[in-house]
């Protein structure tokens, strides 16, 4: 059976970064591109983040562009989200995700596995 395991989140000032890790396990990982979403209280989950299979292309949401880059190890079965510049609206649960389906890589239903969960705050 698959299972994400999301960590690294925490609570930060505005301006500082954090680095987000998700480890894999029960699935082929190498195959797969990875997403990151997340979801601030109150509100929906968005997309933040896709990295391809092989790490070679990376798409963003606009509003985290030239701030977050997403990486992945494949060798660790492991991908990452590296934070800078963080800003009180980063605040929410960050989910990383396996991408099973053709479709667009914002929408959620393209996402079979799913993580728990991080939680990341930023102080202001």
């Known amino acids: 059976q698959g299972q994400l395991v999301e960590s690294g989140g925490g609570l930060v000032q505005a301006g500082g970064s954090l680095r987000l890790s998700c480890a894999a396990s029960?699935?082929?990982?190498?195959?797969?591109?990875m997403g990151w979403f997340r979801q601030a209280p109150g509100k929906a989950r968005e997309f933040v983040a896709y990295?391809?299979?092989?790490?070679?292309?990376?798409y963003y949401t606009d509003s985290v562009k030239g701030r977050f880059t997403i990486s992945r190890d494949n060798a660790k079965n492991t991908v990452y989200l590296q934070m800078t510049s963080l800003k009180p609206e980063d605040t929410a649960v960050y989910y990383c995700a396996a991408k099973m389906y053709l479709g667009n890589h914002m929408r959620e239903a393209m996402y079979h596995y799913w993580g728990q969960g991080t939680q990341v705050t930023v102080s202001s």
């Open positions: 029960g699935i082929t990982f190498s195959n797969l591109p």
């Open positions: 990295i391809s299979a092989s790490g070679g292309t990376a």
